[in-house]
């Protein structure tokens, strides 16, 4: 063994056990925080004023039926063994039962969750889009009518409600000039005949050859989306600008204008590769937040996933729902925090605090 | 002489500010008025709030109605007026709640260190990395709508970035002489903690809660349209945001003129926050 | 980089595929319902107790005896050929319909009605107590309902009833008769097919569910074999559409062939559209404003006087035919108008300064109580109409919209002032209406909807009492009516409105066919041009 494979075997060696180290750091900060979401849950069904006994037996069953129903539900064991209880289920995999269909809260999710996913991956790709887009036309002409149009821009994407933005949406492209399809996914004509295989309605209608069911799932997924992204082009589009901003003045890109580099080879192969950890993190958090919007968003387009689904038991103060829904939120939100700042670290050691 | 030149100087060192940022003086002006009718409310909205005439149920806008009227045919305009209280009552308890919180979790964990600072921040990241509306929702959703329980709601998921930057900043005077001056003195524990860090870490968090106002704006409002703020039939624009909904293809103007409110106000707060921050980075333009 | 414009045109071209959007027609054969279904609990007919299962049950079940389609007020036989009740009147013996089958293919037996019967009342789920009302416990049940032979059953109770009520009772959904041999293969954990039938049926009406995915679809399929007939069309989708606002739109925009549910503005913006009709079926839902008399904090609530007064304070007129236009008619006794023995006196009318007269003698003052109502339109507006009407006369009201099952566990506690709320009645008898509202005998009795008024009213208890077990129609329906006036009088109740149900249909669908209670909907003549 010569000297120089040494040399590159304990670097790798050390690159593993930072690996390590990071990968440890990241399952730990998961951890917590999915123990703490698990407590606060656990904590709010015990806050509930909500008779679960009357939920399952209804409102006119004779006082022998209630009593059986709630010594089948266990609610007479101590606050302790309850939450370990409660906390086992769940890491098994079981999220109980909603209160208002009876149905397993687990598979509610599992079926809700690709239509959120969908819909919020759809909203990143064009709020990625636009926003870094729009962050380099305002970055490159600071102060210039460009830089201005994105500025005002981007705070209407923080100061508009979306509920609301998808409401006039709704009433303009759809009720109005036809534009866009209508609330939900699908029309109905296309709905049962469509063959769920990943649940993500664009793939699954185009692996179903039927050009007409694709562009209808376009043509429904297209308004909410738009009102999803308009928020996170704000956020990229604002990162993005400062970070070029930031860039501009450094000696690396004065060298590169300095040797005759064009503009567009200045931002493409100079600034972009230096500030992509910056962008990566805004579009990470984007996501996260993305996926909090979609309460609002799936409530006003009936978008059948994990946001209307807990409008619809925060309604019914179904608590099995709500805390499902808000765990399975919670742990993507949790998780894509967690990878954000491994994700950076590798790319960009300058960040991890 | 020099008494006369300090004078001006003086006022244009106050208004200075607005001068040197546009965005923050819109901005100003925008929220100033928004709290000037909200205090106002009662000189300057056309019609009691709460009137119900079902004879003029979802009418359009007219001379008496200004931006017409609702589905119980109140007044949509003085709803507007009085819909802007609930909505700065959340956010100022919101306020009040949030940084006092994340501030004195901040200066303990800074002040202490060791083990303190590690269990109490680990404990901050962790509600950081909750998604802070849903918890807000599900928290309202078991203790019941209603303006404080809105407010508690928020304040309870929002405090960690306070926490984090009272720690830092108590870190930084940790060590500082003047500190070192007062333990001599024999002040420690939480009388230096409220009586000497406090004023230190105060004016940033006040800062903070002005970048702060227009997203505490926008949930708060979202609290409302999911029917989880204030109770009826006080008027809150969430709430009449929610109202206009069922028949926002036809009446869209119930729907539309409080969702506009939400986005003028939170726009005042956003254009405040942008100016600030053109204030202290120069670079942020 | 590269990748993202790559992308970025290819979405541009999405969009642009997208905007050229199509004018959709529903297809021939199938009916496409637009409703709401997130209160489905169960779909099975001795667990369902929530608007959209009854909607189905009729459709995909049949009973010994249904309410036809053709005079939803008369009962006919329908698994039952005919039958004959016994002299002591104690038991009605059943001749089923020879021939019929269920839509597995296996035939309708003695053994199916027992086991269908036996099966809700050990499932004891929300719906049993109307069986109940029979006498019939997990112990007697079995001993009941016996098989006579091949062809007849016999069905007895327990409960000192008459027969005609008794008959009643078993049209109701929980009576319905379900497949034993096709469930048998479905059993788990001894739930009698509870848990697989939630999500399917094993009836032999003139549908059967093909599909239910909660909160999305439910696609009923035709079942040719039905002892009911054929029905016209193939299949029906009932799709979930939550939104009011968006129902509209399908209906209008020819998306589905019939929507349920619109709100007063909706109907009144369809209205005179081509294609569209608006079928008006009476309903037998009443709303009913419900004061908590053994308020302790709350002393006022159980003052008579504060009764008389409330009568007055509220705007039935305005609700009835403004905030709530063409969904509701003025409706004062707690029988609902096409019901037998109903009566449809209104001796009261909105009239604050008469409230206030009565509440000055009585020597009330600032009485204030917090309403509680569930949170589903129309009760929050409701709710805020009342508080105004109050109001004027001097009574100041809190509104506390709640999550209806939260607002059946206070009713139950008795833990409330007052509530505004609507009740249907459970079967097709008087009986169904008066054991709840005339029918509270102290805290030892029954927990009624007048016990949980903190009513005791021992004579108008007893009055109740006789009609059940009187078996003489005319006399029967002389008790009702005095019942009726005695509660509308004074009681903690003030029944105030009775629903309409408003149904928009397409102009292509013919023969849709609905009835007074949430259950009378039949599909089966249904059919499209």
Redesign the interface.
Known sequence: MTSADSAANSHYRSRAVAAGFVLARWLG?MA??IA??IF??FL?TH?????PV??V???????E?YA?AKAALGLDQPFVVQFVDYALKILSGDLGTT?????PVLS?LT?AFPATFELATVAI??G??AG?GLGILAGLW??GWR?MAVRLLS??G???????LG??A??FF??RL???????RQ???Y??ATEHVTGLMLIDTWLSGDA?AF??A??HI?LPALVLAFYSTAGIARLTR?AI??ELHKEYVITARAKGASQFRVV?RHI?PNIRAAIITVIALSY?VL??GA??TE??F?W?GIGR????S????D?PA??G??LV??VC??TL??LTDVVVGRLDPRINP | MSVVVIQPRRHTRLLAPFRRSPSLAAGSLIAGFVIAAAILAPVIAPSDPNAQDMAIRLAPATLSHWLGTDGFGRDILSRLIYGARPTLAIISLVALLMAPLGITIGMVAGYYGGFVDRVLMRFTDMVMSFPRLILAFAFVAVLGPGLINAALALALTSWPPYARQARVETQAVRRSDFLAAAEMLGIRGPRLIFGHILPIVTPLAIVRIALDLAGMVLIAAGLGFLGLGVLPPTAEWGKMVADGTPVIFDQWWVAASPGLAILVLSLGFNLIADGMRDLMDPRHG | MKSHLLLSTAFAGLLALAVSSVQAATPPGVLVVAQSIDDVVSFDPAEGYELTPFQIFNNVYNRLVDSSAADPMKLVGALADSWEVAADGKSVTFKLKAGAKFASGNPVRPEDVVYSFVRAVKLAKTPVFILQELGWKPENVEGLVTKVDDSHVKVGWANDVGSSFAIAILAAPIASIVDEKLLAGHIANNDFGNAWLKTASAGSGQFSIAKYVPHETLLLSANPSSPAGAPKLKSIIVKNVADAAARRLLIEQGDADLARDLGVDQIASLAGKSGIVIKETPSAQQDYALFNAASKTNPALGNPAFWEAARYLVDYDGLANKLLKGQYTVHQTFLPVGFPGAIDDKPFSYDPAKAKEILAKAGLKDVKFKLSVSNQPPFPDIAQALQASFAAGGVAVEVDPIVASDLYGRLRSRNYDASFLYWFPDYFDANTNASAFAFGTGDDGPHTVAWRAGWTAPEISAKTHSAVVEQDPTKRTAIYVELQKSVAASSPFVFALQGKDQTVLSDKVKGYVQGITPDQVYYGGVEKQ
């Not at chain 1, 923080?158 to 609301?164: A, C, K, L, M």
């Not at chain 1, 925060?314 to 103060?317: E, K, Q």
């Open positions: 900060s917590i925080g703490g979401l606060v849950t709010f806050l509930s004023s909500i008779d009357i939920r037996v209804g409102d006119k069953a004779s006082p039926t059986a209160w208002s269909t009876g149905q509610d079926r790709i064009i990625a889009i870094v600071p102060g830089d705070l209407m923080y100061s508009v409600p979306i509920f609301w409401l006039l709704l009433l759809y009720a036809h534009w866009f399809g209508g609330p939900g029309d109905v004509l709905e049962l007409d562009r209808d376009v043509s297209a400062a901003l930031e493409f972009l996260a996926l909090e309460v609002f409530t006003v009936a059948p689904y807990l409008t619809i925060l309604f019914a103060s608590m709500i805390l829904g808000t939120i919670g939100f949790v925090n967690a």
